[in-house]
């Protein structure tokens, strides 16, 4: 028996913008609400990095991200089961995603081999063998009991051809389809992901497949993975007008704080990306002016907060000189009070985004935003994510 | 002038017991009251690692130690100053003691020369050349504005033979007093530090020596640095009784829980030592058995906190499975939550220690302590010191 809409999960559209495609919405789960748009604190090894489920909580975190593949590995997902699923072993009562793990098996670059059934790979960790089929992922997030699940997908890298993306393109289909049909939690709402590469025809076409499976939500995938901005907002415009209005949209792994704005005029409603925590700990905090860099000698003797006004404990009673020598130093607490910076002022910006497409001022609230905020320019952010790449390939050629 | 005793600095002894050496009393200073006998969580970057100030109060810390040598490299002394002070540089409202770093510049093996003036040693950060005298100690230590200061003294290595300790001594009392005479600021008290390595003569000439000067409160140096615990507690049991009784003793570096009962039962007051800390970023948990290494995989499915009835956050929220997960993945989060734990196992040890004193069952507490707990032998200990004083040696060697 397939089970396509979990009952105790819902999604309320609340408000339309006029002018573009914003929305404002409600998103029901078992364990509690989420106002959308909303940006969702990545939590991979079931810790967000640096923080407890309490400061989460303080600081207004609605949902956090696990990922499937790590746990499934460490601790191990039949472990987290007995602990009563992932929400009782880390300690934190509100919604959980789980992504599948897909993006990670075919992105880090470890020796992997697709099939119709599924894909073999092998561990990060230790290098043992591992197989996961659409039916093996929906398991392990059953075990792991998030309350929104992703199936397994293909994630193709930035380039490749028209052919080959529109061969993997259906063998994702039929994996989704598997999922939904491998489902035995009626708890849990699996969402469908949208692929598609950088073809306008065959995002098209995945979105229409997915909306055919009348699936709780609908997550696109495979951006954020080298294309340009342009191209980017290009595919999501041909992917959310097919997408039903009824149903989130979640747009995975990104959310830059200039991404945030140019998804939610896409009709974005879920984000989620490590870039936040990420910046945080190598001392990058997010300002209304744009991203400052904690270890500048500039700030050794600045008493002021990161940001006046913001709500955050750092913000409240630590000044950027004692951030700075944290930093400088390399003590953890700063790792720490830069990630909750960080995180607060996601929240607060996707809350603020949330509150002007309400009123029927989100045009506006973005036009302010970019008045003051500074994004790092194309070439930073390239470099940024060529080292990460390399990092995480020096990673996977130790296993 | 000289000014001998801080007018906003008093201890007053409250219960001595009448079996052993041990008090319970209470110093005041300007940022509190301190309740002794006492367990000092040690700061020395100006931070107690991973935890935020108030995580400290929350757990009941009294008083936290910094370190003049490490704040004068980085940030600098001055700078600290410009910040109003460490108490407002590190947003901590308590008592401070600054050690004066001449433990750091006399054991971390860096080039240096002492001669009757003072020391001249390279900085381990970028091997810059640095010159400490007591004068300019003085001067640094009322920059950070501690509220207990400590004078620099020469901390000789374990085998030293005695002529060597006795000039050696005879120095570290002459700049004892020359501190003494450098003060400016009546709101910090300056302890006498006690040396003259294991010559019982020695250690009973330098406590009548410091006692002399009249003092505030007098520390006890140069022990734990390599000798057994016999000759540890040999030592302690000369100086003791020659140190006034109505001023505190502060056992430098030395605190491990058996440890704090040895202390105590010799008169001692104050404890600082890195060494609770410093195990818990390595997995070892403090229990009334014993440590606990959480990175065992015996802990991997257990459910039950660290230690039932322990009111830190760590035992009230989370499973030994989860703290296991962390630890093995590498989370930041498993080093906070530790060091929280063992801090907070340390405070409350030396609470229960204060009030068997208090109502006259030391003896009893320390009995009821030993049948449970299992301290590391000799082996574990010295192969631990080894490997963190060869860590030491590298890092200095890579100056």
Redesign the interface.
């Known amino acids: 028996m397939s089970i396509t809409v979990a009952p105790t999960f819902s999604f309320t559209l609340l408000a339309t913008d006029a002018r573009t495609g914003a929305r404002a919405g409600l998103v029901r789960t078992p364990h509690g609400d989420v106002p959308t748009p909303v940006y969702m604190p990545v939590g991979t090894?079931?810790?967000v990095?640096?923080?407890?489920?309490?400061e989460l909580k303080d600081v207004g975190v609605h949902i956090i991200l696990a990922n499937t593949y790590?746990l499934s590995l460490?601790?191990g997902a039949e472990?987290v089961a007995?602990?009563g699923g992932l929400h009782r072993?880390?300690?934190w009562d509100k919604p959980i995603l789980t992504d599948s793990g897909g993006f990670q098996i075919f992105s880090l670059g470890h020796l992997r081999k697709v099939d119709e059934d599924g894909v073999t790979f092998r561990s990060h960790v230790d290098g043992s063998p591992q197989r996961f089929t659409p039916e093996r992922v929906v398991a392990l997030e059953e075990a792991i009991g998030a309350d929104i699940i992703m199936p397994l997908d293909e994630c193709l890298p930035y380039g490749v051809d028209e052919r080959t993306a529109s061969v993997s393109l259906d063998r994702t289909h039929r994996w989704a389809a598997r999922c939904q049909a491998a489902r035995t939690r009626p708890d849990q709402a699996l969402f469908g992901i949208v692929q598609g590469g950088m073809y306008p025809a065959l995002r098209r076409r995945s979105a229409t497949t997915l909306a055919g499976l009348d699936l709780p939500g609908y997550a696109i995938g495979g951006l954020s993975i080298g294309e340009s901005k342009a191209e980017m907002h290009a595919m999501l415009e041909e992917v959310t007008p097919l997408l039903p209005a009824h149903k989130p949209r979640y747009l995975m792994g990104v959310g830059a704080p200039e991404d945030l704005f140019e998804g939610v005029a896409r009709g974005v409603d879920m984000f989620d990306v490590v870039l936040p925590t990420r910046l945080a700990r190598n001392g990058a905090l997010f300002t209304p002016d744009g991203r400052l860099n904690i270890r500048n000698s500039r700030f050794?003797?600045v008493?002021d907060p990161i940001m006046p006004g913001c709500h955050c404990?750092t913000c409240a009673?630590?000044?950027l000189?004692?951030l700075?020598?944290?930093f400088?130093?390399e003590?953890?607490?700063g790792?720490?009070?830069a990630t909750l910076h960080n995180v607060t002022f996601m929240l607060d910006l996707a809350g603020a985004i949330r509150a002007a497409v309400l009123d029927g001022s989100f045009i506006e609230c973005h036009e302010r935003f970019l008045a003051g905020y500074h994004a790092p320019d194309a070439g930073v952010r390239e470099e940024q994510r060529r080292r990460w790449l390399e990092a995480q390939a020096r990673k996977a050629a130790s296993v």
Chains 1, 2 share one sequence.
């Not at 990095?49 to 309490?54: G, H, I, Q, R």
């Open positions: 090894q079931a810790t990095k640096t923080l407890t489920p309490d790590h460490r601790p472990r007995r602990f072993f880390m300690g050794a003797d008493e404990y009673r630590f000044s000189g004692y700075h020598h944290l400088r130093v003590e953890l607490l790792y720490r009070l």
